[in-house]
């Protein structure tokens, strides 16, 4: 079930939040726990099994840790918890991405298993390893209550795309959490906000990028390149940021306090800055997981640097099974390297427009490797971009496409960028009567409109 859909905004989410809310004390959790069961069968109910096995094995597993603690058996139990769970990973998710490289490579005949990647089975591995590590570290005891952990593995905000969250920053509010209808309010204008960045802007922009894909790379202009470029770039922003706007959303309004993970990105004046802007949740398990324990502190220049390249090759992964996305996430890792070594210091020289403008043209080409499965393809476009392909520099498509959707770039650019936040920010700030009332007025009425017209937009293309 998407997000963005008249059955999750009309359907779901009504009935949901009426049963949540009559629901008393812990029986919230039965709830939720059922809904996010309901909500993640929509579709493929065969996806709801190694959901089940992995928080089954971790729980299990914890409490086993837990018991041995500070002896070599927990250790074995960690590792057995984690290759479980990757087991999980890789066959319901990356085997036949996998295979096929195989197949490719070496010529094998080797028989694909035919599972697509279950929506939510990346995020959820993520947070179900963090659980028994964090057990196993000593930073939290193992949960006794399987419907609690349960619950906290399959909670339906989050699985779409995160953010990813601990069992840590839950277990309290898993237990026992209260609500207010302040709490709530912000919470229906976040979802409010986020499906309109999704429905609204992403969906469009999506549209746009497809209009343009139907040109062969190396006969598109350059302006049609790179008008395709911006339209990646605002698809994928606009869905990730609006997936987790809903996700801390609906967090809010069940009691749950979920971590930001967007801030801005378009905005950042250097890859490094960029970095630390996007999915920030997702870069920060795998910092706190992955890196650490790969490059410790105190540790050689040589493995910091391959455990970093590492790092940003799984978070490409992490988006979906294609080695183009690897290639995207080891895009940014070089320029990320480069300004830690010489790069950042010169960009502090230079004006701040430049450095953006640097930052974005960096991220832009990644988008490139993210938007297109073949490596090929790929080379082809770049080259249709800086002016090596057999394309123009302007053509009629690029007149015609760029006209049709001039409001649809305007307000991606606008919404892309902090001017919204600043603004209000600054109305807040004001002491006088008509700041006040205009910020009064916009938190009333702005979500209100989003809604209105996400629901109109779908409503009108049928679904």
């Known amino acids: ?208 990028w497809s209009e343009i894909q139907l040109t062969a790379p190396g006969e598109m202009s350059i302006a049609l390149a790179w008008l395709g470029i911006l339209a990646f770039a605002f698809q994928i922003y606009f869905t990730f940021s609006g997936y987790s706007d809903v996700a801390i959303g609906l967090g809010a309004c069940m009691g749950f306090s979920f971590p930001e993970n967007f801030d801005h990105p378009y905005a950042a004046r250097s890859v490094t800055d960029f970095l630390s802007r996007w999915n920030m949740a997702l870069t920060g398990w795998m910092k706190e997981y992955f890196y650490q324990a790969v490059a410790p502190e105190k540790s050689g220049a040589i493995r910091t640097t391959i455990a970093f390249i590492l790092t940003w090759g799984l978070i490409g992964l992490w988006y979906g099974p294609d080695w183009t996305f690897v290639l995207c996430g080891f895009w940014m890792a070089l320029f990320y390297l480069a300004e830690r070594l010489f790069l950042g210091k010169l960009l502090k020289f230079l004006p701040s427009v430049l450095c953006w403008a640097y930052t974005m043209l960096v991220v832009a080409i990644g988008w490139v490797f993210f938007a297109l499965e073949d490596v090929a393809d790929v080379m082809t476009y770049l080259r249709s971009a800086f002016g090596m392909g057999t394309g123009a520099i302007l053509d009629r498509r690029f007149l015609f496409l760029a006209l049709e959707y001039f409001p649809l770039l305007v307000c991606a650019s606008f919404f892309s960028l902090p001017v919204v936040s600043r603004l209000l920010s600054g109305l807040e700030n004001g002491r006088n009567g008509m700041s006040i009332a205009i910020t009064r007025f916009l938190e009333k009425v702005y979500p209100a409109i989003c809604l209105l017209l996400s629901l109109t937009y779908l409503v009108g293309r049928g679904w």
């Open 1 to 208: 079930m998407e997000f963005g859909s008249v059955v999750f905004i009309l359907r779901f989410l009504p009935a949901f939040f009426i049963l949540y809310y009559l629901a008393p004390g812990r029986t919230k959790n039965v709830v939720l726990f059922l809904g996010s069961l309901c909500f993640y069968a929509w579709g493929e109910p065969i996806c709801l099994l190694p959901m089940v096995l992995s928080a089954c094995s971790d729980f299990i597993h914890a409490l086993l840790i837990e018991k041995y603690q500070g002896k070599g058996t927990a250790k074995i139990l960690l590792s057995s918890a984690l290759f479980f769970d990757l087991c999980l990973l890789f066959f319901f998710g990356y085997a036949d991405f996998f295979i096929e490289t195989a197949n490719g490579l070496f010529g094998t005949r080797l028989i694909q298993i035919g599972f697509p990647l279950p929506v939510g089975i990346t995020v959820y591995t993520l947070q179900t390893m963090s659980y028994v590590i964090d057990v196993y570290r000593g930073k939290i005891p193992a949960g006794r209550n399987l419907l609690e952990y349960a619950t906290y593995v399959t909670m339906f905000p989050q699985l779409p795309i995160g953010p990813i969250v601990r069992y840590r920053d839950l277990s309290g509010a898993l237990k026992k959490r209260k609500m207010n209808l302040h709490q709530i309010s912000n919470g229906a204008k976040r979802i409010c906000v986020g499906l309109a960045k999704k429905i609204l802007i992403a969906d469009a922009a999506g549209k746009l």
